[in-house]
């Protein structure tokens, strides 16, 4: 209770006082651009993946822009330890999609490499997904994804320097006739899903569907 009277929990944007379970007030919230896409229907990021490889369907919650308030909350959980931030977005996910058809069997996330998850002390995405998988009762399968090579981190790229970089990723397990949800950050070029899309898919029984917490596009 003292720390929380001495160190208020702020809105992101503002820095108005706001309930320590929230991430941003009301009017910053009203401000943040949600993509309402219905998850079974067409829309520009699952168009935007056909070109890349077969895709059942896509959803992303935000539009990353760059002076927007949507990449400040994307990079307050990458970079600053907010680790937090992954569950708040998880439940407005859970606001904005649920499955009427097409429910997938498993949440998988991008991977990051050992070293880089040794220097960041945890992976973004995995509270996020833990999240959605209690939500909707789907299982996460953590580790089912492997990261092979080690790449610095894409928010100190431009995007003509992130088309060119080359992805190396795994499966751990061989799994058949699955409906798989790949969860990332931010969809920007597609390399990522690209490639671990290829390797889930090399069991021809699979499916894939993707969710990004913000669409680069």
């Given at each position: 209770m003292l720390l929380d009277l001495l160190f208020p929990n702020r809105c992101l944007?503002?820095?108005?006082?706001?309930?320590?379970?929230?991430?941003?007030?009301?009017i910053c919230f009203s401000h943040i651009n949600f993509l309402h896409y219905n998850f079974s229907e067409e829309n520009e990021l699952k168009n935007r993946c056909k070109l890349l490889f077969p895709?059942?369907?896509a959803f992303a919650l935000m539009q990353f822009e760059e002076e927007a308030l949507s990449r400040k909350i994307i990079h307050q959980l990458k970079y600053r330890s907010q680790e937090k931030v992954g569950e708040i977005l998880a439940n407005w996910t859970t606001e904005r999609l649920q499955f009427e058809t097409d429910?997938?069997?498993?949440?998988?996330?991008?991977?990051?490499h050992p070293k880089k998850l040794k220097k960041r002390g945890y992976n973004q995405l995995?509270?996020?997904?833990?999240?959605?998988?209690?939500?909707?009762?789907?299982?996460?399968?953590?580790?089912?994804?492997?990261?092979?090579?080690y790449q610095k981190a894409q928010a100190?790229?431009?995007?003509?320097?992130?088309?060119?970089?080359?992805?190396?990723?795994?499966?751990?397990?061989?799994?058949d006739g699955k409906h798989f949800l790949?969860?990332?950050d931010v969809f920007t070029t597609g390399n990522t899903m690209s490639a671990i899309a290829?390797?889930?898919?090399?069991?021809?029984?699979?499916k894939i569907s993707i969710?990004?917490?913000?669409?680069d596009g």
């Open positions: 944007h503002c820095n108005q006082i706001i309930s320590k379970d929230e991430l941003v007030c009301e895709i059942e369907n429910k997938p069997d498993v949440l998988v996330t991008v991977p990051l995995h509270l996020f997904a833990d999240t959605l998988s209690k939500n909707w009762s789907i299982p996460h399968y953590k580790e089912f994804l492997k990261r092979n090579t100190t790229k431009d995007k003509s320097h992130r088309l060119e970089t080359q992805y190396n990723f795994s499966t751990t397990e061989n799994i790949l969860i990332d290829w390797e889930i898919l090399k069991n021809k029984n699979n969710l990004v917490m913000a669409y």
